[in-house]
């Protein structure tokens, strides 16, 4: 049997081609509040929280004026974001309904809370927090038992 990863290892950043640099920064840096770190002209740009070297990286290297993938095909399915706190889910869910960005679902996992959506790209984007692992709802066994309910949007913003 292999060793199991280490539980310290995290997913890093995500990187992501895009047809249009300055509508893309648009959405991540100013619907989303991510910080711009660095900038390659038209071709490249790198987005932060909190001072990191960069949590997205975006580019036009091989997609400048590109179109979005068919659903139907392979790829990436959606990167998320995780929050900090309910809170700061709830303050991301303002900043997109002032910039009018539709939600495609609004979900209780039990275990989080989230919001998805895509980029301008078409990318997917899901938005969450997680609850404390303490809250987690478990069958009896004590294996996870997450579920999909709708999110309250309403409460989620009181």
């Known amino acids: 049997m292999a060793k199991s990863i280490h539980p310290d290892v995290r997913i890093g950043h995500v990187h992501l081609k895009v047809a249009d640099l300055d509508r893309a920064l648009h959405f991540y840096r100013d ?3 991510f910080e711009l770190t660095q ?6 740009a790198f987005l932060s929280a909190g001072g990191y070297h960069h949590h997205i990286g975006l580019n036009t290297w091989e997609s400048e004026g590109g179109s979005s993938p068919p659903r139907s095909s392979t790829g990436l399915y959606h990167l998320a974001i995780a929050y900090p706190t309910r809170a ?3 303050d991301a869910l303002r900043r997109l309904l002032r910039a009018h960005i539709p939600l495609e679902g609004a979900s209780d996992h039990g275990v989080s809370e989230a919001l998805y959506l895509r980029d301008p790209d078409g990318n997917g984007v899901e938005l969450y927090w997680d609850r404390p692992r303490d809250q987690w709802p478990r069958t009896p066994s004590g294996d996870l038992a997450m579920v999909t309910e709708p999110l309250n949007l309403d409460d989620l913003l009181s």
């Open 88 to 90: 700061e889910l709830a």
């Open 31 to 33: 619907v989303l509040g």
């Open 39 to 44: 900038r390659y002209e038209n071709q490249a």
